[in-house]
């Protein structure tokens, strides 16, 4: 019988910041792959006897795998915002985050979590930019990682604008698009914002929610941004009022309707809301694709909210439940869904689905993710398994497990080849007993061969939340 999987050090050891050069264990780094894997995740989940009790709450560690001519170069950082240098000098915990709340904690401005910037982190428009939930983003440098700033896009937003960790990028417009959630006492307030490459607002709107549902991801097509609304509603008045974190603030309620908001990526159209009815609970969406009068929109559904399964630190996972991969179909100009597919996996969780930002034709698209097991039920789990899902045929057809004992770190990232070449797939791999860390790099379409390369990093690195992929970058 397997060794209960312990989290204990990679959550609660302080990780260790710099630059080294990595060499491959095993292949060889393809001299062709040019350009930067970027991973940023919660660390420093400590600060002297405290402990933080949710995944959430770290502060943003990111890293940066830069390949080039058949090397890789390592560099990690933390993200020098408010929360991270004010607590350093204090060397005490001064904000209250997601999961954790304590006496006389501070909020920014007495309305929002201060950002520990901690979710995800996005290359556009020559600038690397780390995202946490509902917060300003803070410029990075795209290179060596050094902490440049909050980023407001040229004053556009105020430092208590709401901004999701999700942006997505119209490589078509060229565009840079994301949401937030104002919630108020008496309503719910979604914003919507697009940017050019140049960092201008050149669409901003307002819509209301129609509940203080909590939304942490949308997908974007040609002409909307789509959310799945599910009954997960945020009580702010016992956020702001009795000092309570967002994780205990947020409630969910069971067998009440879903909606799928659909906001038109144009000045003056109104917001469409589809019924959906009572289903599951949606934390990342992969896709929406547009098909002459329908919109297909993609996404991985679950039976019940994640967030409680980060909690309490070490434990994860361990309560989790099953997922199912779902592509709704619906007509905007009926408001009516026409067929709804869903591919349920009853033994697995499913999270972390990566798409390729150039198959943009419905029903063609391939889907990587990493999964786990959900039993045994009551012992901490991590993900132990990476997997291709193919909508042509409706199922996985590609599969890789790493060794025994050892777990997918972080997101994978797609890193495409210019034409006639293959394209890769970028991944950390944790070793737990070993308390080790590597990239894995596979040809995207064969992940079932294994990876073509193994680069230690020869450190234990955090594990990690959301990746992207620069293909474009290119350091001196």
């Known amino acids: 019988m397997s060794q209960p999987l312990s989290l204990e050090g990679v959550l609660f050891d302080p990780p260790r910041e710099g630059r080294v050069s990595l060499t491959a264990a095993q292949g060889e780094v393809p001299a062709a792959l040019r350009g930067s894997y970027y ?26 795998v ?39 904690d501070r909020l920014r401005k007495g309305r929002l979590l201060e950002s520990p910037a901690n979710v995800s982190v996005f290359p556009f428009g020559g600038k690397l930019l780390a995202f946490g939930e509902q917060a300003l983003p803070w410029e990075l440098h795209p290179e060596s990682l050094e902490t440049i700033g909050e980023f407001d896009f040229k004053g556009a937003l105020g430092q208590t604008a709401p901004f999701s960790a999700h942006p997505k990028i119209d490589e078509d417009a060229g565009r840079l698009c994301n949401f937030g959630l104002d919630y108020l006492f008496r309503s719910t307030v979604l914003r919507y914002w697009e940017f050019d490459q140049d960092f201008n607002q050149v669409l901003s709107r307002k819509f209301e929610c129609p509940r203080p549902s909590s939304i942490h991801d949308f997908a974007l097509s040609a002409d909307y941004a789509a959310f799945y ?216 379409y064969d992940l079932a061969a294994g990876p073509i390369a193994n680069v230690p990093t020869t450190v234990e690195s955090p594990l990690g939340f959301h990746a992207s992929y620069d293909l474009a970058s290119s350091f001196t």
């Not at 991973?39 to 009790?53: E, K, M, S, V």
């Open 39 to 64: 991973l940023n995740g919660p660390a420093r989940l400590q600060r002297g006897d405290f402990r933080y009790r949710h995944w959430l709450d770290g502060d943003g560690f990111v890293r940066a």
């Open 66 to 104: 830069h390949f080039r001519d058949g090397a890789a170069e390592l560099v990690s950082r933390f993200v020098r915002t408010t929360k991270f240098n004010e607590e350093k000098e204090a060397d005490a915990p001064i904000y209250r985050t997601f999961g954790t709340s304590f006496a006389d």
């Open 229 to 444: 609304v599910s009954p997960y509603d945020l009580g702010i008045l016992s956020f702001l009022r009795k000092g309570r974190s967002i994780q205990e603030c947020l409630s969910w309620h069971e067998g009440e309707d879903n909606v799928l908001l659909l906001l038109p990526r144009d000045e003056t159209s109104e917001a469409v809301s589809i019924n959906l009815g009572a289903r599951g609970f949606c934390l990342h969406l992969f896709g929406a694709f547009q098909d002459g009068p329908d919109l297909m929109v993609d996404l991985i559904e679950t039976t019940e909210p994640l967030y409680v399964q980060y909690e309490p630190l070490p434990e994860l996972f361990s309560t989790v439940r099953s997922g199912s991969i779902v592509r709704f179909t619906v007509n905007p100009a009926e408001g009516k869904v026409r067929q709804v597919e869903s591919y349920p996996y009853p033994e697995l969780h499913l999270d972390f689905p990566v798409s390729s930002p150039c198959a943009r034709a419905a029903g063609t698209q391939d889907i990587w993710m990493l999964a786990l097991p959900v039993e045994p039920r009551g012992r901490t789990k991590y993900f132990d398994r990476l997997q291709r899902f193919d909508w042509a045929r409706g199922a996985v057809v590609d599969e890789y497990f790493p060794p025994s004992g050892t777990y997918l770190g972080g997101e994978a990232a797609l890193a495409e080849g210019a034409a006639g070449e293959r394209d890769w797939l970028i991944c950390p791999v944790w070793e737990a007993e070993e308390r080790s860390t590597a990239i894995l790099i596979f040809a995207a």
